[in-house]
């Protein structure tokens, strides 16, 4: 899609945005884009409520998410390497087999990345909510969780069962990972 065909589609609906030099800035409340299959770089989501982009399979490069409410991609199948989500609400991502190095996921909700199998060094989860990561398989060494609440994953319920009584299971699971990743 190219950036004219973006902006025809954010008239028709009537969206409130910005042209900064070659970057769409949307702002506004909620945004309904369900039927895009793809979005131009330069987009940046700074409106006040929700994004639902939920026939996207790819991001190009350079998206940001600082909206207030979710984001939810729920087809997209893969991400660009380093982006960041610093929308207040959750992140549905739950198509996702794999994420790149140096996503950062810095939002004030969950993050579900239901079908995800396998995650990449570096991957960085400060947001305040619980992880969905039901399906993972593999944890490298490097990936951080600085999340408020639980993560969901099979691997982290094994742990838990083992972990020492009157410590966090969380904490323990974190200290588990980081004792891996400095023996190696």
């Known amino acids: 899609m190219t950036q004219q065909e973006f902006i025809e589609t954010l008239n028709s609906k009537r969206y409130s945005y910005e042209i900064k030099g070659s970057d769409i800035i949307i702002n506004g409340n909620d945004i309904y884009l369900h039927l895009l299959k793809t979005l131009p770089e330069g987009i940046y989501f700074n ?13 190009p490069e350079g998206v940001q998410f600082n909206n207030l409410g979710f984001v939810d991609l729920e087809s997209l199948k893969t991400l660009p390497e380093g982006i960041h989500f610093n929308n207040q ?42 992880v969905n990561l039901q399906s993972l398989e593999i944890l490298p060494k490097g990936v951080q969780f600085n999340n408020q609440r639980d993560i969901i994953s099979p691997i982290y319920d094994n742990i838990k069962k083992v972990c020492p009584i009157g410590i966090s299971p969380k904490r323990y699971f974190i200290s588990i990972l980081n004792l891996n990743y400095k023996s190696k």
């Open 89 to 130: 609400g959750n992140i549905y991502l739950e198509s996702l087999k794999t994420l790149p190095e140096g996503v950062q996921f810095n939002n004030q909700g969950d993050v579900n990345l239901s079908s995800l199998k396998v995650l990449s060094e570096g991957i960085q989860f400060n947001n305040q909510g619980f």
């Open 47 to 59: 409106n006040r409520g929700d994004i639902h982009l939920t026939s996207l399979k790819t991001l």
